[in-house]
């Protein structure tokens, strides 16, 4: 399977992504509604409703099924990039279902039910790992960065960044820094244990460019600085 980026840089309009399947093939898309063009039989897609347990249990997940040979594309949001992971068979990480665009024939996806405490926090009841040898695609905003965990001396990684973590690893919601780091900035996750931790910086990017587009040096400052300053100084 071949996939070519179809980007006119920063227009903000998104970018395409074309995947070229060849005969004996197969992609499992899990947002086909992104699919804006297809070449092929009409045969070599079928759609069908996913079974996932123990996520979204009110809510029907459909997921495109394309053999080839065939040629689609896919519509991607402003913002939004796919990166593509090669898979063997000592991967363990865990992914958030939302981040997740295709996976390749010989790829099985299974489900990892949550604590409740990170439930109510974190409003996701399952993440999703991927066994077997072949390919996954990751929906992530901006740059994808890579870390590697330490078993004593902890990372930390904010929480909205994150795009997928080793199953073997411990978490803990948490802030750090002294009393006025901690006051303004979003919950991270304390990491501890074995292996590679996938975040995205995009998330971040924005924010300050809003952050700074939208605000005055002195503005920003009291809010900063001042009791309760972000609640009252809009």
Not at 8 to 24: L, R
Request: charged content about 25%; glycine content about 8%.
């Amino acid at each position: 399977m071949n996939i070519d980026i179809q980007d006119e840089g920063d227009s903000g309009s998104g970018q395409a992504v074309a995947f070229t399947v060849q005969e004996n093939e197969e992609v499992h898309v899990l947002h086909p509604q992104q699919i804006i063009a297809y070449q092929g039989p009409s045969a070599g897609r079928a759609d069908r409703f996913m079974d996932v347990k123990g996520m979204y249990r009110k809510r029907k997940l459909i997921r495109a099924d394309l053999t080839g040979p065939c040629r689609f594309t896919a519509a991607l949001p402003p913002g939004y990039r796919v990166k593509t992971i090669q898979l063997d068979s000592k991967s363990d990480l865990l992914y958030d279902f939302r981040h997740l665009f295709f996976y390749s024939k010989g790829v099985s996806m299974q489900t990892r039910v949550l604590s409740m405490k990170n439930m109510l926090i974190t409003r996701d009841i399952v993440k999703v790992k991927f066994s077997g040898r072949g390919s996954i695609g990751i929906l992530t905003e901006g740059t994808v960065c890579e870390a590697e965990l330490h078993p004593f001396d902890p990372l930390y990684v904010d929480a909205g960044s994150i795009i997928a973590y080793p199953e073997n690893a411990k978490l803990e919601l948490t802030v750090y820094g002294n009393h006025l780091a901690s006051q303004h900035m979003s919950y991270h996750w304390k990491m501890t244990g074995h292996g590679p931790v996938l975040f995205q910086a995009g998330r971040q990017s924005r924010r300050f460019e809003r952050d700074n587009n939208e605000d005055g040096i002195i503005k920003r400052f009291l809010r900063e600085a001042l009791p309760f300053g972000g609640v009252f100084i809009k």
